[in-house]
């Protein structure tokens, strides 16, 4: 059962970029442990985990909770603080421009009145624009317009300026924060980085609608702000009422109270020239109080084009950039292998245990003559018919000859000789006591006990001192370099000084050479 | 049920190691030319989450069968004592250095195993062989014989008859050149000699099957990450200051050059490692060439300043700048400046931005240059070499895939003619979606490696012959 911490794993967009960057670099060192010790290692882990075997995203993250105590470092944590710090410093930029931005255009000396139509075009119109652009930016890339536009306008994103930030003040971009902005990286984590930017902007968008909404609270509570309307455009005031009224939609039936009314929009008329209904200084007291109350609408614009629309987005932006860190903790380079290994089954078909391999000890091959010309007469040995495998027995015969070797007699052994018909034929060869032997084996088949037996046995009847050629036949085929190798090697076990190896159907080209040329 | 066991048997050297090699997928099987390398049995068993399935057992050539057969026909009386013989054969030379290979490669066959009886069928038959056949038979073990096709040459039905007079299934099976189908294809044959051990044969194959199908999933994956990675990938250098005029330029594109070639060397060096890996054939030695850049000019140069804007990308940022402080203005006049201040001042922004960004670029602030001077090569426009990067892959996982782990000469990837043939135009045009999408720097699409992974294992399935 999975322990209670990893069960706790925090499904925070901080939490995942810690487990992000952390998992990148305990997979990139996984890279040096064997491949199938990782195996081994996952299978356990993966049914140790095996109730979030369908949570690839938990399971990963299980898995790396396990193993970071392995991993060097602390660069997932430090990236979240770099992540959280970049916040901060985005919610305080964000409410110092809200605030300062509020406070020139809601600026009142009692000289002119704040026209409310720069107020709307300064604060309210420009969200209604750039809550477009996000629009834009936030749309699936495959419009190529609106790609290219993104691309375009991407700049001028303050969560991108933040990315920048990070990337210039991180030594070690592959181990942080900014292993997001690796373009090798991209394919993979492309997506997390376009919403990391996005909340990022929209951390900066809401903190500066509450600095623009504190600040007109402010000005509102503890000065007299006296707003009026004005415009070198031709707008009668009951255009420009039901301009508001439009624009107030959205709050009309909760706050009705924001909604500016017809009269407040006659009266609030400024004119530079005559100034107005502003100019009569007998309707003062009443029309001051009256041009005050444009302050609803004002904040309301400001909450519902500006502060909610953007919350909406931070909250969007925040839940993508969770899935998108979640998509990318099982997409890293590795990541999918290391889900693989976990939930399937293990399995292994090589041997459990070392090879015991016998070799050879070295520099101990049999002699093979240079000559390979003899002036030989003696009895042949047929070991295991090898003279009438794939071939017939004047092929031999002419390949003796051209090496010199004249049969006195054939004899047969090996195969399907009994051992007790071998030691009779060598005890009747013992008593004609040959002046040589030869010894005609299949090349291809490998040298066994069997056979070093026999040469033994040989060496018993007949004595040490007789030379004793042993001659690989190649049947229908030369003999091959190998082979011949494995015969030499293999007799040369034997360690006899009168033994000699020789190939005959390569002796029986040479000589044909030799004839070819004289 | 019993697991099934089977005894890969028979003449030294004759490829008994290379039949288990192929079907364990086990490298540090040592195969030999010298008879005899193996002395001991040694088990490879087929396990899944640690229960064994099956189990194949190596065991040492035979070395003495006429001997061990005359011990055998010299104290069994009938043929109803021919098993006990041979066990109490196993039992009185236990410790005898003369029937070591005789009592180790028996054993298994007395304590139940299955005979797989292995000759090469590239070489004449002989009477050599009929002895240890004949002790094979005395064991009354159920037995396959496999003619294994060691060299060129065929004598598979000289060895058929001969075999077939004591074995009741003979095959043949080429361990160094069988694919996966065939090895399966083979283990399902085991099944055949026992009735009782088709199901975990069947079972066992199951897994295998799945198995590889997992390696070729993760082999795409790991091929589509690379020709992303190659496709997108740009070598970038900041030129120090001063560099960019000492340095001839030629110079500096050189180096750039073979830097970005090397990256794309080891981009491809890296995958062929994984993909060996993923198929059991780790440190493998490959002959092989390095991928080809086919476009001509990679280069290009431009101006960086803060924060890696480009030089354009700086001057809009200046014009917006200006346009702000001049809308400020425009505010203050209450619009009767005509947004005049954010027209000049955008104009004034922008202008000084332009002027302005060498300078910029030469200040440091904490140690780093707010600019300077970059040249850069790719990433590769050039609309081949998407397709020359993913054939080379493609031909390297076909390889590594068919090569048996009995086959342990280098792998020659870049052979004569060796070329992978897309299987129809349907699917190059779907390469050419995700390759242009590559190319157009649209690599931020989370399922893009995934789609073009997916593709790339139906090419694995398809399997069109390579031009070689």
């Not at chain 1, 530079?272 to 009443?286: I, N, S, V």
């Not at chain 1, 004249?406 to 052994?413: K, Q």
Request: proline share 5%; net charge negative.
């Amino acid at each position: 059962m999975p322990n209670k911490k990893t069960q706790q794993s925090s499904r925070s967009a901080g939490a995942l970029l810690a487990d992000l960057i952390d998992l990148s670099l305990v997979l990139d060192s996984d890279q040096e442990v064997d491949l199938e010790e990782r195996k081994r290692r996952d299978r356990a882990a993966g049914r140790r985990l095996e109730c979030w075997r369908n949570k690839p995203v938990a399971q990963v993250r299980a898995w790396l909770h396990e193993s970071r105590p392995k991993a060097a470092g602390n660069y997932g944590q430090q990236g979240v603080r770099v992540y959280h710090g970049l916040n901060v410093g985005l919610l305080v930029a964000g409410l110092l421009s809200g605030w300062g931005l509020a406070s020139a255009v809601l600026y009142y000396d009692g000289q002119q009145p704040i026209n409310i139509v720069n107020a709307v075009a300064v604060l309210v119109l420009p969200q209604i624009l750039l809550l477009l652009l996000w629009l834009v930016a936030a749309l699936p890339a495959r419009l190529s317009l609106f790609r290219q536009l993104g691309t375009g306008l991407g700049f001028l994103n303050p969560g991108r300026l933040a990315g920048h930030l990070v990337g210039v003040f991180t030594s070690k971009p592959e181990q942080g924060l900014a292993m997001l902005w690796q373009s090798d990286n991209a394919p993979i984590l492309g997506p997390a980085t376009r919403w990391l930017l996005s909340l990022w902007s929209q951390l900066f968008a809401v903190s500066f609608n509450i600095g623009v909404l504190v600040s007109a609270l402010f000005l509102v509570s503890f000065s007299d702000l006296a707003f009026a309307w004005s415009t070198t455009l031709v707008v009668t005031s009951e255009t420009f009422h039901q301009l508001l009224v439009t624009l107030s939609a959205p709050w009309s039936s909760l706050l009705p109270d924001a909604v500016p009314g017809a009269e407040l929009v006659a009266q609030s008329r400024y004119y530079r020239l005559d100034e107005g209904a502003l100019a009569d200084p007998a309707a003062t007291p009443e029309l001051a109080i009256a041009l005050g109350q444009w302050w609803p609408f004002l904040i309301a614009a400001v909450a519902f084009y500006g502060l909610l629309p953007r919350l909406l987005t931070l909250t969007i932006s925040w839940y993508r950039l969770r899935h998108h860190l979640g998509r990318a903790l099982c997409k890293l380079p590795g990541a999918p292998e290391l889900l693989a290994r976990m939930n399937s089954p293990l399995v292994s078909t090589a041997a459990a245990e070392p090879e015991h391999a016998f070799t050879l000890a070295p520099g101990s091959a049999a002699r093979n003559s240079a000559a390979a010309h003899y002036a030989l007469r003696c009895p042949v040995i047929d070991w295991s018919a090898a003279g009438s495998a794939a071939g017939d027995a004047g092929d031999v015969s002419s390949a003796l000859a051209a090496m010199g070797v004249e049969p006195l007699e054939f004899l047969r052994a090996g195969g399907r000789q009994t051992l007790e018909q071998d030691q009779q034929m060598l005890a009747a060869l013992a008593r004609d006591k040959p002046a040589a032997l030869a010894l005609l084996v299949k090349a291809w088949e490998p040298p066994m006990l069997d056979l070093l037996d026999f040469l033994r046995d040989i060496r018993q009847q007949l004595g040490e001192e007789k030379p004793l050629l042993v001659l690989l036949w190649g049947g229908a085929e030369q003999v091959s370099g190998a082979d011949r190798e494995t015969w030499q090697l293999t007799l040369g076990q034997l360690g006899d000084p009168n033994l000699h190896v020789e190939s005959l159907a390569l002796a029986s080209r040479a000589v044909e050479k030799k004839g070819a040329s004289q | 049920m019993s697991t099934p066991e089977f005894a890969i048997v028979g003449h030294p050297n004759k490829g008994k190691s290379s039949i288990v090699s192929t079907l364990s997928e086990d490298k540090s099987v040592a195969i030999s030319m010298v008879p005899g390398t193996t002395v001991d049995n040694r088990r490879y068993p087929m396990t899944v989450d640690g229960e064994v399935l099956y189990e194949l057992i190596d065991t040492p050539g035979f070395q003495r069968a006429r001997a061990a057969l005359e011990w055998m026909q010299g104290h069994a009386s009938s043929a109803v004592e021919r098993p006990a013989t041979v066990q109490r054969f196993v039992d009185e030379h236990r410790g005898d250095p003369r029937f070591s290979a005789e009592c180790h490669l028996l054993a298994p066959i007395l304590a139940g195993a299955g005979i797989l009886y292995v000759v090469d069928g590239s070489r004449p038959f002989g009477e050599d062989y009929e002895a240890e056949m004949e002790i094979l038979r005395w064991t009354g073990q159920p037995s396959l014989a496999l003619i294994n096709m060691i060299g060129d040459s065929d004598y598979s039905a000289e060895w058929s008859r001969a075999l077939g007079q004591y074995f009741r299934i003979v095959r043949v099976f080429d361990a160094l050149q069988a694919d996966f189908d065939k090895r399966i294809q083979l283990l399902l044959a085991f099944g055949e000699i026992r009735e009782e051990w088709r199901a975990p044969l069947a079972k066992a194959v199951q897994f295998l099957t799945d198995e590889q199908q997992r390696r070729r999933s993760l082999a795409a994956r790991v091929i589509a990450e690379m020709l992303v990675h190659m496709i997108t990938h740009q070598a970038r250098r900041r030129l120090a200051t001063g560099e960019a005029e000492a340095l001839a330029e030629t110079q500096t594109r050189d180096k750039l050059l073979d830097s970005y070639k090397q990256d794309l060397a080891t981009m491809e060096r890296h995958c062929r490692d994984e993909v060996e890996q993923i198929y059991n054939h780790g440190q493998l030695q490959r002959q092989e060439a390095q991928v080809q850049l086919l476009d001509e000019d990679l280069f290009s140069r431009q101006t960086w300043v803060l924060f890696g804007l480009t030089r354009r990308q700086l001057i809009a940022t200046g014009a917006l700048g200006g346009a702000a402080a001049g809308g400020i203005i425009d505010l203050a006049a209450h619009g009767t400046s005509l947004l005049l201040g954010s027209g000049l001042g955008a104009l004034a922004g922008g202008v000084s931005a332009w002027l302005t960004a060498d300078r910029i670029a030469n200040i440091e602030v904490l140690g780093h240059p707010l600019g300077g001077q970059e040249v850069s090569v790719g990433p590769m426009r050039n609309i081949n070499f998407p397709y020359v990067a993913l054939g080379r892959a493609l031909l390297h996982q076909r390889l590594v895939e068919q090569r048996t782990h009995a086959n342990r000469g280098p792998l020659d990837i870049d052979g004569p003619g060796a070329a992978w043939q897309f299987s129809d135009s349907a699917t190059r045009r779907q390469f050419e979606k995700l390759f242009a999408k590559l190319r157009k720097g649209e690599s931020l699409q989370a399922d893009l490696v995934d789609t073009l992974a997916t593709l790339i294992e139906k090419q694995f399935s398809s399997r069109p012959d390579a031009g070689a």
